[in-house]
C-alpha cells in the first residue's frame, strides 16, 4: 500500500458525460500527478500540482482538468467523455517540486479504472 | 519530447535464466525510475538511480544507469516465477514531467 489513495476504484459511464476522479496524498507529500493509462497509448503524464497551483502538463485534452485543494487532494474531471478516454487513471504523489529536491520518486494510488459506453 | 524506448516489449523466460531489459532515453536527464506493474494493479516503486554509473540491487534484480549512453538496464537474476509482470522505466525530464517507456511484459515459466 503506497499510502495513495484514489476513488472511485471503477466508474461506467455512457459518452457525453461528465465525471470526477478524486486523490489523496500520503501525508506529507505536496505534489500530485496525474496519469493515464490505455492500451494503445500506454501511460501518459497528464498534469502535475503542487501544493495548490498546476507545475507541469502533459498530453491533457482540454475537455480534461484538475484542481488541488487546501487539504491538498485532487481532483481530475472529465467532460463530454468519448469511448477512447476509457482507460485506467492514476494518481501519484510525491514530496519534492523539483528534480533538484531529492529523489522526487513517485508512488501511485490504486487506480481508477473508466469505462465509457 | 523527451523518448523513451524499452525492449523487450515481451519477454519468456524460464526459471533460474537470467535477462536483462533495456531502457534508452532520447535527452539527457540524471533521474530514472524502475516501477513493476502487476495485471490490474497499479506501479510499485523499484529502484531511483540518480547519478551516472548508480547501480541499486534487490534481490534478483538489479538496476543500473549510464546517463552518458542514456542507457538503463534492469537485470534479472536465476528468475523466478513470482517476477512475472510488466516493468517500466520512467526518466524524469523538465518540469517533473515523468516519461515512461512502454513496458516490458515479463513472463517467467516455471
Known amino acids: 500500500d503506497s499510502g495513495v489513495t484514489q476513488t472511485p476504484k471503477h466508474l461506467i459511464t455512457a459518452t457525453g458525460q461528465r465525471v470526477t476522479l478524486r486523490c489523496s496524498p500520503r501525508?506529507?507529500?505536496?505534489?500530485v500527478y496525474w496519469y493515464q493509462q490505455s492500451l494503445d497509448q500506454g501511460l501518459q503524464f497528464l498534469i502535475q500540482?503542487?501544493?495548490?497551483?498546476?507545475?507541469a502538463k502533459g498530453n491533457i485534452l482540454e475537455r480534461f482538468s484538475a484542481q488541488q485543494f487546501p487539504d491538498l487532494h485532487s481532483e481530475l474531471n472529465l467532460s463530454s467523455l468519448e469511448l477512447g478516454d476509457s482507460a485506467l487513471y492514476f494518481c501519484?504523489?510525491?514530496?519534492?517540486?523539483?528534480?533538484?529536491?531529492?529523489?522526487?520518486?513517485?508512488?501511485f494510488g490504486p487506480g481508477t479504472r473508466l469505462t465509457v459506453l | 519530447e523527451l523518448k523513451v524506448e524499452q525492449n523487450p516489449l515481451f519477454l519468456s523466460m524460464q526459471e533460474g535464466k537470467n535477462y536483462t531489459i533495456y531502457c534508452n532515453y532520447s535527452t539527457t536527464s540524471d533521474r530514472l525510475y524502475w516501477y513493476r506493474q502487476d495485471p490490474g494493479k497499479s506501479l510499485e516503486s523499484l529502484f531511483v538511480l540518480l547519478s551516472n554509473g548508480a547501480v541499486k540491487q534487490e534481490g534478483r534484480l538489479m538496476a543500473s544507469l549510464d546517463t552518458k549512453a542514456r542507457l538503463s538496464t534492469l537485470h534479472i537474476t536465476a528468475a523466478v516465477h513470482d517476477l512475472s509482470a510488466t516493468y517500466f522505466c520512467a526518466v524524469d525530464g523538465n518540469f517533473n514531467k515523468f516519461y515512461f517507456g512502454s513496458g516490458t511484459k515479463l513472463n517467467v515459466k516455471p
Open positions: 500540482y503542487y501544493n495548490g497551483e498546476e507545475r
Open positions: 501525508s506529507g507529500d505536496l505534489s
Open positions: 501519484a504523489s510525491s514530496v519534492a517540486l523539483t528534480s533538484n529536491e531529492g529523489q522526487n520518486e513517485q508512488f
